[in-house]
């Protein structure tokens, strides 16, 4: 299948300061994105998610970018805090297939 | 609270064995998945089904086989276990409403094959 790839495999951030989480995906048909946060021991979970109708969406203290022309999508979290070191996945859909991921990054929190 | 609960969490098996990892949702999905995750590599799909009995190979399958005889059970075997499939396997329901949606995981299941 199509991959997901991400520019970074491991990001540190200062604690408060915003963090950027980024993935390139190469299937242009692909209209659902999702990003996942896995901490050590545990399975995925979900945090947010995008169709390819839009471009942006919030939620509590995360926001998602999507930019279909150039096929690239990031994560935005606000206000760093310890609790959110782990390693993200983005994801990817076409249709009712099922999802295709990227290599995760991993989100070290420095306090 | 939605539940996907793999029933072993740690297994130790030698080369050869057959391994048989279970899955079970209470959420009444239709759709459900197993990827295997290793380090650098991500979450790769091995198998998939979207309706009782039915199933689909994804992008790994070689060396695995599933069954769903049950809408919410989702077994994952290894017919022969080998080194190479020692790795931590992720089973994943969706809801099929829409066709897309989030995945609901499991914790997982490490397997290590001697």
């Known amino acids: 299948g199509e991959s997901v790839g991400l520019h970074l495999p491991t990001l540190s951030v200062q604690e408060g300061d915003n963090s950027i989480i980024n993935c390139a995906y190469s299937?242009?048909?692909?209209?659902?994105f999702i990003w996942y946060k896995q901490e050590s021991g545990k399975g995925p979970q979900f945090i947010i998610d995008?169709?390819?109708?839009?471009d942006k969406r919030q939620g509590q203290r995360v926001t998602v970018l999507l930019n279909k022309t150039v096929k690239h999508l990031s994560l935005q979290i606000a206000a760093t805090q310890p609790g959110d070191s782990a390693v993200y996945f983005c994801?990817?859909?076409?249709?009712?297939?099922?999802?295709?991921f990227g290599k995760g990054t991993r989100l070290s929190v420095i306090a | 609270d939605v539940k996907v609960t793999q029933s072993s969490r740690y297994l130790v098996k030698r080369t050869g064995e057959k391994v048989f990892l279970e899955c079970v949702q209470d959420m009444d999905h239709e759709n459900m998945f197993w990827y295997r995750q290793d380090p650098g590599l991500g979450l790769r799909l091995i198998y998939f089904s979207y309706d009782v009995k039915m199933k689909e190979k994804g992008d790994i399958p070689e060396g695995y086989s599933v069954s769903r005889e049950k809408k919410e059970r989702f077994s994952l075997i290894l017919e022969s276990a080998s080194t190479n499939q020692t790795s931590m396997y992720l089973c994943?329901?969706?809801?099929?409403?829409?066709?897309?949606?989030?995945?609901?995981f499991g914790e997982g299941s490490r397997l290590t094959v001697l």
């Open positions: 994801a990817e859909s076409s249709g009712n297939t099922p999802l295709v």
């Open positions: 299937n242009s048909a692909s209209d659902y």
């Open positions: 994943a329901s969706r809801d099929s409403g829409t066709g897309v949606g989030e995945l609901f």
């Open positions: 995008i169709r390819s109708n839009m």
